[in-house]
């Protein structure tokens, strides 16, 4: 069983351009989550897609957007990036069930904006 | 006022020593507690998950929560130098699709 996979590892960009993350489920997953981390901050929750179409959404403005294609993989995509936008992105993908759902995190990309 | 709080720490702590670590949180909704592993560059690894009030063990590991307080903690009795890492607090609501977190503790572990 494959874990949870992103590319790339690091990413510096300029500030006003535009990032494509990526990452891909685990193996049997149907649900994948990104999460912002900052330095020293705990993750905070992007959006999660769900059988291709977003299923949730945290406090982030609409130039982050993101896909969720067939084989479950996933894209995280950044628009007209900001200063503060600097931070760990983390991809999670996990099962729905009823219960509980426990979410597997993948390494991250860091991305770096100046 | 963030919905999860989290002692910032760090804490330094001889080898073999209890630690634990603490997080309070506001929302009565939050039914399942979590606790995360983050080492240095890596993604949150699951340490340990609860879903009602009370004590889970694991090993080294145990996992404290009391809904009336709004309070869970976790020990980690023993404590080698491998576990030097940040550890995270979460939580979810029982239909929420996110995890809450909190700003994490960074723990070193002294030979």
């Known amino acids: 069983e494959t874990g949870v996979t992103q590319s790339p590892t690091h990413l510096i960009k300029t500030r006003g351009q535009q990032v494509t993350l990526r990452c891909s489920s685990q193996s049997g997953h149907n649900t994948v989550s990104w999460y912002q981390q900052a330095l020293g901050q705990g993750p905070q929750f992007i959006f999660q897609y769900y059988r291709e179409e977003e299923n949730g959404r945290g406090n982030f403005p609409p130039r982050f957007s993101g896909l969720q294609f067939p084989n479950y993989s996933s894209e995280l995509n950044v628009n007209a990036l900001e200063l503060d936008d600097s931070a760990l992105y983390l991809c999670?993908?996990?099962?729905?069930?009823?219960?509980?759902?426990?979410?597997?995190f993948g390494p991250g990309t860091r991305l770096t904006v100046l | 006022q963030k919905e999860v709080e989290q002692d910032p720490g760090p804490l330094s702590v001889p080898e073999g020593a209890i630690v634990s670590l603490n997080c309070t949180y506001s929302?009565?909704?939050?039914?399942?507690f979590m606790w995360y592993r983050q080492y240095s560059r890596k993604g949150p690894e699951l340490l340990m998950y609860t879903y009602s009030s009370g004590n889970k063990e694991d090993g080294r590991f145990t996992a404290q929560v009391d809904k009336s307080s709004k309070y869970i903690s976790l020990f980690i009795r023993d404590s080698q130098p491998s576990d030097s890492a940040t550890y995270l607090c979460a939580m979810r609501g029982g239909s929420a699709r996110q995890l809450t977190f909190g700003s994490g503790t960074q723990l070193t572990v002294l030979p």
């Open positions: 999670a993908s996990s099962i729905v069930s009823l219960m509980y759902n426990e979410q597997f």
């Open positions: 929302n009565s909704a939050f039914q399942y």
